[in-house]
């Protein structure tokens, strides 16, 4: 089951972030068959604010315990995380459902 994590960084916090992106990747990666999309999230300057990811997880727990897992999260970078359910409809300009 797809879900969507929308992370919104704290107020200038640029510098934490940047300190804690390789932690982040290598945490990525570790769940590299899971992730379908992800990537940051850009503010008006196309300076990082946050961060999107779509997983491939069994249920909510799981997709919350990824979002608790990652070192983002533990080095308290996020203001909020909010996690939602997602069903794809199109893909690559093509109706799937």
Not at 47 to 76: H, Q, T
Not at 81 to 93: N, P, Y
């Amino acid at each position: 089951m797809y879900f969507v994590l929308h992370c919104t960084d704290k107020p200038g916090r640029q510098e934490l972030r940047l300190a804690t992106r390789p932690s982040h990747l290598a945490y990525l990666q570790t769940y590299q068959s899971r992730i379908v999309l992800g990537g940051p999230l850009l503010d008006a300057d196309d300076r990082p604010c946050g961060s999107l990811l779509i997983i491939d997880v069994n249920d909510r727990a799981e997709a919350e315990g990824f979002a608790a897992g990652d070192p983002y999260a533990k080095s308290e970078l996020f203001e909020s995380v909010l996690i939602r359910a997602f069903r794809e409809v199109v893909r690559d300009g093509e109706i799937v459902d």
